[in-house]
């Protein structure tokens, strides 16, 4: 007969404390699935297990029963006293050390010794199992054995046959043999979850089972495995070349010279098969190899690029560029322009994460030639990176270009994305030919491109004033770098349509509240604003767009929207533009990503709705952040 603890009579009081639903927290009460997971570690006694997420200590209580070091990782401020009071005796004694603080954040190297073997077991939060996964796996000094409780159906994604693979498949089997140790009922916790779980068992590969990559192989590979997952429903030969800049014709010989069908799609590939692949493209760079855009102040000071691109563009082969995202954190309308446009006053922040470009020339084509990967573009008429390029042209002699183009934030989405790749263009240009122009000259194309362009060259804060040909630098804000959840509605809003209908006198009440805030923000900013200090201003700035109450009277799903995003998360979002995307802040990249596995588990129980059966797009990135000097 199973044994369990008595419940609670309360569902989200366990043992006097409330589960913290952006924690996941929920708390295992099964003694004999308690025992299967220590069992399951094969630990021995004075053996080092990292526990993450120790909650009320039930797990750690077992482990320090069977005579194990544990250094238990919690981050909620409110269990660490309790967690000290339960095991006062053993942290006195060293035989648990407890640390308070983001295992997504910390220094897992610094917490086991180099020269040990060392185990993972725990309950982990199951919002986070991929990023954790991740540190995890990538550890300098990785664990000999790894034992976690899961969601069902992400232990068996991890555990998946050859045939049935993901991304997240290849990353963990290529470095462990996986398995689920057994299935664990979700009435198994307190409170109850949606999903049932299991224990999924992970053992280190070694000698002739494993891979020896260096860490540029490594990087390149899952670059490689990326893009085969990224369209997974499509065969390898159609797949790989949308998403890297090699030609189809290039894929289909490599998969051939390693004895892989073309026709084959990613899911079916082994982890070997994998590397013998990456063995037959070498000229697959690795993406940190990337110059990447953050690296730009103005264009007369660009970032020193590394030998490997020296080299890699020197041989006339492809150079990529990042181009990051943005969100606005206040946009006022100040006045109307003689030529039609609106005057803008705009604190606009760059985001760390964004589409990619890849360029090479080209000189035996006619014209440029653009391929687009990832998220589906509908131009209307030239898109911005051609009509970049020929906008250089009527400047400098640029011969033509291949460019691959991977979209990976939302269209027409009030992030920029449009913008951002066409100044990316235009830097990619001029360093595939090593020329130069005079900033002025730069931003004077950029503007004519577009509003939003000229900021992609000022920097990561920015301050856009006139149309959004007039940009500031800001002093960027000092570390840490504050996390972004960004929900994107899937449902159009387009920018002309939200300007006219502010023209047409549907605006805010309170008109002229978000000048003032805007005003005050980017003064307080000149003078240097730590990222705790902007967060504490969000509830202000929320509501600092004088876009958002036109956007709401063309988009009237809006508002339900965004209230009920609001009350899930506890806190009002932000309009980013025009829209349609929503944001909100958090202290830090970790936080955010716990904020957003809150959505998608409202998203998945259908209690966060647009019409017609219209899903959000979620997204976590974070601000770019400086050093303090």
Known sequence: MKRAMPRTPKLQRVDGHTAKRRLSQSFLRDLDALDAIVAAGEVEQGDTVLEIGPGLGALTDVLLTRGFRVVAVELDDELIPRLKDRFAGELEDGSLTLIHGDALQIDLDSLVSPDAPWRVIANIPYHVTSPLL????????????????????????????????????????????ARILRRVSREAFEPVPAVDSAILVLDTRTGDDGFALSAEDEARLWRLVQAGFRERRKKLRNALPHALPISQARIVA??????LDPDLRAQALGSRDWVQLLGALPEITPPEEALETRQYRTHAEPAPRS????????????????????????????????????????VVARLADGDRLSLRINAEAAADQLHIAGDVVAVDGENLVLRALRLLRAHLAVPPLDIVLEKRLPIAAGLGGGSSDAAAALRGALRLTRQQMPEAALYEIAAEIGSDVPLFFAGGLVLMEGRGERVTPLPDLRVPAPGVLIITPDLPLYTPDVFAAFAAGLRDPAWGAAQVSSRHLADELQSGMSAAQLLQRMSVLATANDLLAPARAVAPWLRPFGHELGRLLGRAPALSGSGPSLFLLYPSRGEADEAGAIVREALARGELLLPEGHLPRVMVTALIAEEAQ
């Open 134 to 177: 991740h540190r995890l796996l990538l550890a300098g000094h990785p664990a000999t054995k790894i034992v976690l409780l899961v969601q069902l159906e992400v232990a068996e994604r991890v555990a998946a046959d050859v045939g049935d693979w993901s991304y997240l498949t290849a990353f963990v089997q290529a470095r462990c043999r």
């Open 254 to 259: 490599a998969l051939e010279q390693v004895g």
């Open 307 to 346: 030998n490997y691109q020296r080299r890699h563009e020197s041989d006339g082969g492809w150079i990529e560029v990042e181009a990051p995202g943005k969100i606005n954190l206040t946009l006022a309308i100040v006045g109307r322009r003689a030529d039609g446009y609106h005057d803008l006053h705009s």
